[in-house]
């Protein structure tokens, strides 16, 4: 089932993406929440639609890389993977795709 109708923002998909300051090399403490502004423009645009970005630093650890909530609850990977299913999306390559524009997005940050 594809949906083509506006998502109210409480209803999108919220992915909260914990960004480790060592992706920025061994500056990257000092550098981690200027990237984190620069990467949330970037990535705000990939599947609007239905889903809110926020990309974060992640000073601690035992928080998840990638987390998902819903209507200001945690899901699970399987919800989400439910909650894409109607946008004819799969969670996996939904996360290999975020992944891989968020290494153009350092790669760009850093000069390679």
Known sequence: MNINIPI????????????????LG????????????IA????????SDFINWNIIP???KSLPEIQYKAINKIITHNQAEKY????????????????????????QYLGY
């Open 58 to 60: 992640r000073y601690d």
């Open 84 to 107: 894409l299913k109607i946008f004819d999306k799969s969670l996996d390559e939904f996360e290999k795709h975020f992944n891989n524009k968020l290494t153009v997005i350092i790669n």
């Open 26 to 37: 061994p500056d990257g403490i000092n550098q981690v929440e200027k990237f984190c502004n």
């Open 40 to 47: 949330q423009k970037e990535i705000n645009t990939i599947d």
């Open 8 to 23: 109210p923002q409480e209803k999108k998909l919220n992915v909260i993406v914990r960004l480790e300051p060592s992706c």
